[in-house]
């Protein structure tokens, strides 16, 4: 598949939105009625890495981030599968969602439908569409795609990874649930924004998208420069950290992330790049703090909301 592939139409989806466009969107507001924790411009959601380190298991996460005010949240794929494995059932994991108010925005998965090796990539694929299904039945439309089975050692093209993340796509035509292909700044090949901005429209796949991350914008050195380059209807979903000022890029890890606000993040004008003008963006916090997982996970639930509330205040 060469670049001559995508179309003009197809490039200007990832593309800068035209002023028409724009002009249109505030005209006609948004008509939708959003949850409480939303505003015409934001939705606010919580990864379950947050309060992953507490061990409460699917249900313990969902009972706390729905006491802490949320309506959405992201789930990982291992822990609903440890609650399925336990005897129950995904309408009964449907059934919890819906009585505790919750919405699934996304949901982390890892399967290698990137590597190389074919007999591994066979049975990712397979992992992924059995995913998908249960997904789907819990009212999912997203799933995130990362280059989960790959390293920086790893000798593998752009042009090959698009085709890959096709053979994904379309996967995901049966269920309806979309993999985000998510950008990990550690990873040089999808380590930025302008990298994975290339796979996605190379895919040729009209429901592409890609998944960023405060911290993955930092770690893998995108210019917030050439950012609005980018139409903000390629990305869906946000998530939501931060990083002190005493750690460079070169040694920051995950395990360094902090509230989005606490730390000397960009963050407003990242978000004011990326705000949309027909939906809400999802901002949903993710981080695998020792110190927080240390706390009360309803206490940090809480404290998540709020974090975001006051970072997207006059965004």
Not at 50 to 58: N, P, V
Not at 235 to 247: G, K
Request: glycine fraction near 6%.
């Amino acid at each position: 598949m060469s670049s001559n592939d995508i179309s003009r139409r197809k490039a200007l989806q990832f593309l800068g939105a035209s002023a028409g466009t724009i002009a249109v969107g505030k005209a006609m507001g948004n008509p939708l009625n959003f949850p409480a924790s939303a505003t015409p411009d934001f939705i606010y959601c919580i990864n379950m890495a947050t309060i992953r380190g507490h061990k409460l298991g699917f249900v313990k996460e969902l009972e706390t981030v729905s006491k802490a005010g949320f309506t959405s949240v992201e789930i990982w794929m291992d822990t609903l599968q440890e609650y399925l494995a336990s005897g129950h059932s995904i309408k009964d994991a449907k059934k919890l969602l819906d009585d505790l108010g919750l919405t699934v925005q996304d949901a982390i998965c890892f399967s290698e439908w990137i590597v190389d090796d074919n007999t591994t990539r066979k049975k990712a694929l397979e992992q992924a569409k059995m995913e998908m299904g249960l997904l789907a039945q819990l009212g999912c439309r997203r799933m995130a795609a990362p280059g989960k089975g790959i390293s920086n050692d790893t000798k593998i093209s752009l042009d090959v990874i698009a085709e890959r993340y096709r053979t994904l796509l379309d996967l995901s035509d049966a269920s309806g649930v979309i993999p985000h292909l998510e950008m990990w700044g550690f990873l040089k090949i999808l380590g930025n924004v302008s990298n994975v901005l290339y796979v996605a429209m190379q895919s040729g796949h009209p429901k592409a998208k890609i998944l960023l991350d405060i911290f993955h914008l930092y770690k893998g050195d995108t210019s917030l420069d050439t950012l609005p380059l980018m139409n903000p209807t390629a990305v869906e979903i946000l998530h939501m950290n931060d990083y002190p000022s005493t750690l460079s890029q070169a040694v920051i890890t995950d395990a360094d992330r902090i509230y989005p606000g606490d730390g000397v993040a960009p963050i407003k004008r990242i978000l004011q790049i990326l705000k949309k003008t027909d939906q809400p963006l999802v901002l949903s916090t993710e981080v695998f703090n020792k110190n927080y997982y240390a706390q009360d996970a309803l206490l940090v639930s809480q404290t998540a909301l709020a974090k975001m509330k006051q970072v997207t205040e006059g965004v």
